[in-house]
Each structure stands twice: as C-alpha cells, then as structure tokens.
C-alpha cells in the first residue's frame, strides 16, 4: 500500500530524515518507534505532503505522490491525525467532523457525510454526547478522539497517527489503543508514531526503529519486544521482569 525509497526530508537546509526507506501493507498496524528529535512527526509530515522532501520517492497504492499536496493525498485515501489533537477550538464537534468531510464534498458525495458522522458517534460514543460542544473545551483525550474522528471522515484507506497518546491519563491512553486496534479490525491501515514504544508495540504486526533520522532496525513487534538493544533504549529497566 504505501512504499517509501530512499527519502531525504527536513526543513530549509536541515537534512532530519536521511535515506528512509520502509513499506506498509495493507490492514496492518506498523509502529514508528525512537526518541526526541529522532524525525518521527518529519516523517509523517513528508508523507502527508506538509514537508517537501529533498529526494526519495514516496509511492501510495501504485501512485506516486511525492510531488503531490496536502489535500490531493487525503483524496487519495492517505489521512494525518496531527501530533497535538490540532481541533479546531472555536469549533463545535460536529462542526469539526463536518471540515474533515470536506473530500467528500468535493467528490460530490455530500449524502455521505451525514453517514460518516453517525459513524465516528458509534466508534466515540462520548463526541456524540458533546456533539455541540465548542472543541476547545474537550478535555485532552476528548479532542484526541475528535483529531481521529476528524482524519476518519475522508474514508482514508491509510490512517497516520502521530503521538496519539502524548500527554493523556493512563486510562485514556489505553482507550486510544485500543481504538487503534479496532480501525484495524474495521479494515484500515495505521501507521503509527510513538514514544509509547511498549504500548505501541504490543498492538503492532511490524515496527521500525529510528534514530537521529535514520532506521536503524525493522522486525516483527514479537522481534522487537525481544531486542535486549530495543529493551534497553525503549522498553525500561524492569521491561522484561514486567513481560514475563
């Protein structure tokens, strides 16, 4: 589904991603794993056309689009839930679903959107009880179900989530897991950015490692749970007394 070759991406002059290449299957979670700094959110950027990339191609469904912008890659099927949430504060619930929608409209497929609401209720019952609530007083895993909500709404074949958990209650984080487990058993694909590296790798089929712009490793998550290198960097002292 989606194929990455030899990417170089960064900002200005600032070369951050250096010689990426990966690949995403179909129904698959894949799990981008690494620290502060290390080029996650550049990368998801670069992909979702934010970023122009210096070289490398970036090939979605047989099309390349690494020339492409922003909006044309959401029509294709390719949605970003920004790191952050990002709602649109000001903005009712419903009303920031409706904006994520606005492919749909232009595809003419307005009798759609409607559906496709309903649809984000029954994944988040708790939107459609604040479904006329201003975004901006949602508290943090409220919006961040509203960011996924919002990404869900142009049907993308392929979700990217960046840091989803960042900054949330253990009990909310673990909802979001979850949820991100389900849209893979619903049929979409997630490519999935996290410092959660433990978390992240427990829902994952496969991962990859990045440091300081490059990948380092790639595996099974089975693999990279069992990594004493991963274990060390990413998983926490007590990792292996806690798995066993």
Same mark, same amino acid.
């Given at each position: 589904? $989606?194929?990455?070759? +030899?990417? /170089?991406? !960064?900002?200005?002059?600032? #070369? ?10 179909? !129904? ?47 029509? $294709? ?6 790191? !952050? ?9 419903? /009303? +920031?679903? $409706? ?8 595809? #003419? ?19 459609? /009880? ?32 960046? /840091? ?48 300081? !712009? ?12 069992? +990594? ?17």
């Amino acid at each position: 589904m $989606l194929k990455i070759r +030899n990417l /170089e991406s !960064g900002y200005g002059k600032l #070369r951050i991603l250096k010689s990426i290449s990966l690949h995403v299957k179909y !129904g698959e979670i894949v799990t981008i794993i690494g620290g502060n700094g290390a080029g996650k959110s550049t990368l998801l950027k670069t992909i979702s056309g934010i970023i122009k990339p210096f070289d490398g191609d970036i090939i979605f469904n047989d099309q390349k689009i690494t020339a492409l912008s922003p909006d044309k890659i959401v029509a $294709l099927g390719c949605s970003q839930v920004p790191e !952050g949430r990002q709602v649109f504060s000001p903005l009712t619930v419903y /009303e +920031n679903l $409706l904006l994520g929608g606005y492919t749909l409209f232009k595809k #003419r497929k307005k009798p759609l959107i409607e559906d496709e609401i309903n649809n984000i209720y029954n994944l988040f019952p708790r939107l459609k /009880e604040r479904k006329n609530q201003l975004a901006g007083t949602l508290s943090g895993g409220e919006q961040q179900m509203l960011a996924i909500g919002r990404a869900l709404m142009s049907q993308p074949e392929i979700v990217m989530m960046d /840091e989803p958990s960042m900054g949330l209650a253990p009990l909310i984080v673990k909802d979001i897991f979850q949820i991100t487990m389900k849209l893979r058993d619903q049929g979409k694909t997630v490519l999935l950015v996290e410092q959660n590296a433990k978390q992240a790798l427990k829902i994952a089929d496969r991962g990859y490692v990045l440091e300081t !712009g490059t990948l380092i490793l790639e595996g099974t998550s089975k693999e990279l749970l069992a +990594n004493k290198d991963i274990q060390r960097a990413y998983l926490g002292k007590d990792y292996k007394l806690i798995a066993q």
